[in-house]
């Protein structure tokens, strides 16, 4: 397959099927797509459109019924499970509408534990990465604080910066604002917009949000499992982080 260099993502005829026979039901539809480098892309659509399928299938969290998902010059489709775990701890970092902060550790544990996990690194090596990403989204002061103490947008941000803190190719965000007040969900989209911006990741976001998608580099509209939009727009301006 033949793919530019500045391509980081691309799905070829990507469908997904649940059930077998009459009573099978298609969720995606031959969705064929690229995405670049450093773009900030919003996946939108009525619920049940298979927006949040789709980014599942591109982060490897589940396997396509035909079709091809490339990452990196990789095919998800042809790693056993265990390598795709391993492509995705590496490689990808996930934010969810729900943070699932561990209560009992500070944000800076949190952040770590993954890394840690992985082995990749010593404990100091994942603290300063910890650290690192924790001041990127201007939790500087908040390092030792449980999330308990923190309000919900400063949750999700420490949520984002254990996503960040491995320095992935690809953030995948599923209604990353949806459970936030306006004040903190533009914080939200914000420190998106900065990451794609400055060229530190690409990132695919589904959501609900009209004002946010508009806002974002380009917009994937998906109706009954099918792309009916795909529209590129002048994209997010990265301003100060709230």
């Known amino acids: 397959m033949d793919r530019s260099d500045d391509v980081l993502v691309e799905t070829r005829n990507l469908t997904r099927a649940l059930g077998d026979g009459a009573a099978q039901q298609t969720i995606l539809h031959d969705i064929s797509l690229s995405f670049d480098r450093g773009q900030f892309v919003a996946l939108t659509g009525a619920s049940g459109s298979g927006k949040s399928t789709l980014l599942y299938l591109l982060g490897a969290l589940d396997r396509q019924s035909g079709g091809e998902v490339w990452i990196e010059g990789v095919e998800m489709g042809a790693l056993d499970d265990d390598d795709r775990a391993a492509f995705r701890n590496e490689r990808l970092g996930f934010v969810f509408q729900f943070h699932f902060l561990l209560p009992e550790f500070s944000a800076l544990e949190n952040v770590i534990i993954p890394m840690m996990r992985r082995g990749n690194w010593s404990r100091s090596e994942a603290e300063d990465r910890g650290y690192e990403a924790l001041r990127m989204l201007d939790l500087h002061e908040l390092y030792f604080r449980k999330p308990g103490q ?76 099918r792309v009916i939009e795909d529209s590129t727009q002048h994209g997010p301006t990265s301003v100060g982080r709230a």
Do not use: W, Y
Not at 161 to 186: H, M, Q, Y
Not at 191 to 214: P, Q
């Open 150 to 225: 923190l309000s919900g947008g400063q949750q999700q941000r420490v949520s984002i910066a254990r996503a960040v803190a491995n320095e992935p190719s690809l953030i995948l965000a599923d209604e990353p604002t949806g459970n936030l007040d306006s004040k903190n969900a533009e914080g939200v989209f914000q420190v998106f917009a900065n990451l794609a911006s400055e060229g530190r990741c690409t990132v695919v976001m589904v959501t609900h949000d009209a004002d946010f998608a508009r806002r974002a580099n380009r917009q994937v509209r998906l109706k009954d499992g």
